[in-house]
């Protein structure tokens, strides 16, 4: 049996990463967290500050038996707008910046087509960072399965809905079975 594989993602706000990808099959587990930044152990609002260099990001567990890195790539870059700097959206900040932090040199050579097939679907240039895996904080509790438990927050009424919605319509076969 394979062993699970890590990637770590940055594009925007995490609660709209995190519902996302915990819909399809393959993948394990989806950790709310920061990387990317130069403070230890940040917390939610150091790093909604700008002070402390962190991206908000969600480190996806995944089988690459049945999910691959090229396909979650292909997620990603579909529900966010990688071509916004430091930013989606309303969410305006350093902490909200496009980003895919590799974990293996065979993630970071899968890079130049994903970043080829996301300038298909997006006008503008691609500005998402590549940089490798540092160290990885967890968010706060309260972070985990946001949207699942506050689905009638207006946030994720507004915001982390749609986004959930676009992913199950274009990617209906990689789907995590309901039943």
């Known amino acids: 049996m394979a062993e699970h594989?890590?990637?770590?993602?940055?594009?925007?706000?995490?609660?709209?990463?995190?519902?996302?990808?915990?819909?399809?099959?393959?993948?394990?587990?989806?950790?709310?967290?920061?990387?990317?930044?130069?403070?230890?152990?940040?917390?939610?609002?150091?790093?909604?500050?700008?002070?402390?260099?962190?991206?908000?990001?969600?480190?996806?567990?995944?089988?690459?038996?049945?999910?691959?890195f090229d396909t979650l790539l292909d997620v990603f870059f579909t529900i966010h707008d990688p071509t916004q700097l430091n930013r989606q959206g309303h969410d305006v900040g350093t902490q909200y910046r496009s980003a895919?932090?590799?974990?293996?040199?065979?993630?970071?050579?899968?890079?130049?087509?994903?970043?080829?097939?996301?300038a298909d679907i997006w006008d503008g240039e691609i500005v998402t960072e590549v940089l490798e895996a540092a160290q990885f904080w967890p968010a706060e509790k309260y972070h985990d399965d946001y949207f699942a438990n506050n689905p009638n927050q207006p946030y994720c009424l507004g915001v982390v809905a749609p986004k959930v919605q676009k992913a199950r319509q274009k990617f209906r076969d990689l789907q995590r079975d309901k039943s």
């Open 5 to 68: 594989e890590i990637a770590t993602l940055a594009g925007g706000c995490f609660w709209c990463l995190e519902a996302v990808f915990c819909d399809l099959r393959g993948v394990s587990k989806v950790q709310s967290g920061f990387m990317g930044g130069h403070v230890e152990n940040p917390s939610y609002e150091e790093v909604c500050r700008e002070t402390t260099g962190h991206a908000e990001v969600v480190q996806v567990t995944f089988d690459p038996q049945e999910i691959s």
């Open 100 to 118: 895919v932090f590799t974990h293996s040199p065979q993630q970071a050579a899968m890079l130049d087509a994903a970043f080829a097939r996301a």
